[in-house]
């Protein structure tokens, strides 16, 4: 065969896009000759096609889906550099905006001033957060002519990956207390071993990784609080809300996990995970100006006016900031709570068509159950606990697993992981059982076969439940 004439030798109005299409792609050395915007993009989609479908992968935790006029908004921002706040002040001003609705979301105190910022994820974040702290035990510490080289943080064997950067990138010491199998939660019991005078903060998740289980945020506040009477040592918490951020404020409104406990001092959560941004958005806001220490805030005067930067990041793209802004604005509090409600609704109608009842631990009461309650939902009540299920449950739920999956016609690649919430509310309008799980399977969704990080959750929510698994966790 002939081989086929080098396109870059062809006259221009002879060149199809095949022709150019029709080329071998370097490994390894920088690509010599252009090509058309065409052929450019067709060889740029030709390589990606096999990648999963986003919409179809539930496992990366971000959202997916953006309506168009939210794509609009993006679109608008794309070449936004968000750091420029001196050319981009509109952009500055939703940014500044957003923390303080966010401080108001979680309860901040009032009359003070809500300090935070937009980052790229809550990796970024939860590392200013960390800082934050450090630089505040330090300073203390050398206040009172104390040593400050030696600086650790408490946090669970279930915290993200993050939180292990953080330590090793920022040089701190790392105080992971061990979950035992059955608990999967951070909770005050082995804080004695763990916590001392250069313990920076303790970070506590709302809604971690492995289970989708808060750890017992009060109870750690509760432990500080007796320790700080104990010892005169005062220790704040860092609230990990990733995920939980966005979801218990909206489903969950009186439960406490966030600055409404005086130790919370701030708190993270993805934009682009529960805040149904595109990917590249985290929050973290803190629980008033001062807490955010000076010396980590610079001063930069190359991009026009003096402007101050605390991100670690400095150039990132706009377009996420824009989107968070429009679905704010667009859903409110209101149609976030129900678009929460909705989705946790069709989850839980397709447990229901799979076998719902497979999914419920033996110590849990299924939803027929709940219904005959009446309980009004007292203004304290706490909403939300959640129990793991223990090994022997474990083929029935794969199996049920297996089948809804089959409901909801997904499909999961190896090693891919699912989080469902399920929220079940009474013809009466009352709240009654969650199901919320995340699980990971190994080769297929053949029952059984998962690797050992499954992990399944049901939070019952219904205050009799409350009250009788408190008293069975004592017992
Ligand atoms: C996702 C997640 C993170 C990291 O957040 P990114 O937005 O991916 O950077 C940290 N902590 C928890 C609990 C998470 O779920």
Same mark, same amino acid.
């Given at each position: 065969?002939e081989?086929?004439?080098?396109?870059?030798?062809?006259?221009?109005?002879?060149?199809?896009?095949?022709?150019? &299409?029709n080329?071998?792609?370097?490994?390894?050395?920088?690509?010599?000759?252009?090509?058309?915007?065409?052929? $450019?993009?067709? *060889?740029?989609?030709?390589?990606e096609w096999?990648?999963t479908n986003?919409?179809?992968?539930?496992?990366?935790?971000?959202?997916?889906?953006?309506?168009?006029?939210?794509?609009?908004?993006?679109?608008?921002?794309?070449?936004?550099?968000?750091?420029?706040?001196?050319m981009y002040?509109? *952009?500055?001003?939703?940014?500044?905006?957003?923390?303080?609705?966010?401080?108001?979301?979680?309860?901040g105190?009032?009359?003070?001033?809500?300090?935070?910022a937009a980052?790229?994820?809550?990796?970024?974040?939860?590392?200013?957060?960390g800082l934050?702290?450090?630089?505040?035990?330090?300073?203390?510490?050398?206040?009172?002519?104390?040593?400050?080289?030696?600086?650790n943080?408490?946090?669970?064997?279930n915290v993200?990956?993050?939180?292990?950067?953080?330590?090793?990138?920022?040089?701190?010491?790392?105080?992971?207390?061990?979950l035992?199998?059955?608990?999967?939660?951070?909770?005050?019991?082995?804080?004695?071993?763990?916590v001392?005078?250069?313990?920076?903060?303790?970070?506590?998740?709302?809604?971690?990784?492995?289970t989708?289980?808060?750890?017992?945020?009060?109870?750690?506040?509760?432990?500080?609080?007796?320790?700080?009477?104990?010892?005169?040592?005062?220790?704040?918490?860092?609230?990990?809300?990733?995920?939980?951020? &966005?979801?218990n404020?909206?489903?969950?409104?009186?439960?406490?996990?966030d600055?409404?406990?005086?130790?919370?001092?701030?708190?993270n959560?993805?934009?682009h995970? &529960?805040?149904?941004?595109?990917?590249g958005?985290?929050?973290?806001?803190f629980?008033?100006?001062?807490?955010?220490?000076?010396d980590?805030?610079?001063?930069?005067?190359?991009l026009?006016?003096?402007m101050?930067?605390?991100?670690?990041?400095?150039?990132?793209?706009? $377009?996420?900031?824009?989107?968070?802004?429009?679905?704010?604005?667009? *859903?409110? &509090?209101?149609?976030l709570q $129900?678009?929460?409600?909705?989705h946790?609704?069709?989850?839980?109608?397709?447990?229901?068509?799979?076998?719902?009842?497979?999914?419920?631990?033996?110590?849990?009461?299924?939803?027929?159950?709940?219904?005959?309650?009446?309980?009004?939902?007292?203004?304290?009540?706490?909403?939300?606990r959640?129990r793991c299920?223990?090994?022997?449950?474990?083929?029935?739920?794969?199996?049920?697993?297996?089948?809804?999956?089959?409901?909801?016609?997904r499909?999961?690649?190896?090693?891919?992981?699912?989080? *469902?919430?399920?929220?079940?509310?009474d013809?009466?309008?009352?709240v009654?059982?969650a199901?919320?799980?995340?699980?990971?399977?190994?080769a297929?969704l053949?029952?059984?076969?998962?690797?050992?990080?499954?992990?399944?959750?049901?939070?019952?929510?219904?205050?009799?439940?409350?009250?009788e698994?408190?008293?069975?966790?004592?017992?």
């Open positions: 065969m081989p086929s004439p080098d396109p870059a030798s062809m006259p221009l109005e002879k060149i199809t896009m095949y022709d150019e &299409f080329i071998e792609v370097p490994e390894d050395e920088f690509p010599r000759k252009g090509i058309s915007a065409r052929a $450019a993009n067709a *060889l740029v989609w030709s390589d096999t990648d986003p919409m179809l992968n539930m496992s990366s935790f971000v959202t997916t889906f953006a309506e168009p006029e939210a794509l609009e908004t993006a679109r608008r921002s794309m070449y936004k550099n968000y750091i420029d706040h001196d002040p509109q *952009l500055f001003a939703m940014e500044r905006r957003m923390v303080r609705w966010l401080h108001e979301l979680w309860n105190p009032k009359g003070v001033e809500p300090y935070g980052t790229i994820g809550s990796s970024e974040a939860c590392m200013l957060a934050a702290h450090k630089w505040n035990w330090r300073q203390a510490r050398e206040k009172a002519g104390k040593d400050g080289s030696r600086p943080m408490v946090t669970g064997s993200q990956i993050v939180w292990k950067k953080f330590l090793r990138y920022f040089d701190v010491e790392p105080r992971i207390v061990p035992k199998p059955g608990n999967y939660r951070l909770t005050a019991d082995q804080l004695d071993q763990y001392d005078e250069n313990t920076i903060a303790v970070v506590a998740i709302a809604g971690q990784t492995f989708g289980e808060d750890d017992d945020i009060q109870q750690i506040h509760d432990w500080l609080d007796d320790y700080e009477k104990r010892t005169g040592v005062s220790i704040p918490m860092h609230i990990d809300g990733a995920s939980g951020g &966005f979801v404020p909206f489903l969950y409104p009186d439960y406490k996990w600055f409404r406990l005086p130790r919370v001092q701030s708190i959560a993805s934009g995970k &529960f805040g149904l941004t595109p990917p958005l985290g929050w973290v806001v629980r008033e100006r001062k807490i955010f220490n000076e980590l805030i610079f001063y930069v005067n190359y026009g006016g003096e101050p930067t605390a991100t670690l990041n400095f150039s990132r793209n706009a $377009a996420p900031i824009a989107v968070q802004y429009y679905q704010f604005m667009r *859903l409110g &509090f209101r149609r $129900a678009h929460h409600d909705a946790a609704g069709e989850c839980r109608e397709a447990a229901r068509r799979a076998g719902q009842e497979r999914l419920l631990h033996d110590h849990e009461r299924d939803a027929a159950h709940s219904r005959r309650g009446r309980h009004a939902r007292s203004e304290d009540q706490e909403l939300q959640v299920l223990e090994q022997g449950a474990r083929d029935q739920i794969a199996l049920a697993v297996a089948k809804l999956l089959h409901v909801l016609g499909q999961l690649q190896t090693d891919k992981a699912l989080m *469902l919430g399920a929220r079940i509310v013809d009466d309008g009352e009654t059982v199901i919320a799980m995340r699980i990971r399977f190994g297929s053949v029952p059984g076969q998962f690797d050992l990080g499954f992990g399944f959750v049901v939070a019952q929510i219904d205050e009799r439940e409350v009250v698994i408190e008293s069975m966790t004592r017992g």
